[in-house]
């Protein structure tokens, strides 16, 4: 079983940066995909990136390519979502999840509590 935690979501504005950071428990995070996903008001759960158990292999949403990359430190159990060139469109609560290689939240077995990302224009 794996508990997450994000943190570093904050009020900022358009062009800004944030690094989010999703720190998890449990003795399976080296051997586990993690997710990150968006939820804006009113819409559905969206897919915007993920990274392999290694942190060799990551895969990203269209709408974030070039601006946000992923990455993890096995050894502190966190992985991190840096991103860049912050647009009003990116506000949204976000979650890091473990689970499958999927882009699906249905793939993900395990959630963290989200964090609010605001982006003012």
């Known amino acids: 079983q794996v508990q997450l935690v994000e943190s570093g979501g904050g009020l900022v504005q358009a062009g800004d940066s944030l690094r989010l950071s999703c720190a998890a428990s449990g003795r399976t995070f080296s051997t586990t995909v993690i997710g990150w996903f968006r939820q804006a008001s009113g819409k559905e759960r969206e897919f915007v990136g993920r990274?392999?158990?290694?942190?060799?292999?990551?895969n990203y949403a269209d709408s974030v390519k070039g601006r946000f990359t992923m990455s993890r430190d096995n050894a502190k159990n966190t992985v991190y979502l840096q991103m860049n060139s912050l647009k009003p469109e990116d506000t949204a609560v976000y979650y890091c999840a473990a689970g499958r290689w999927s882009r699906g939240p249905d793939d993900y077995n395990y959630w963290g509590q989200g964090t609010q990302v605001t982006v003012s224009s």
């Open positions: 990274i392999s158990a290694s942190g060799s292999n990551t």
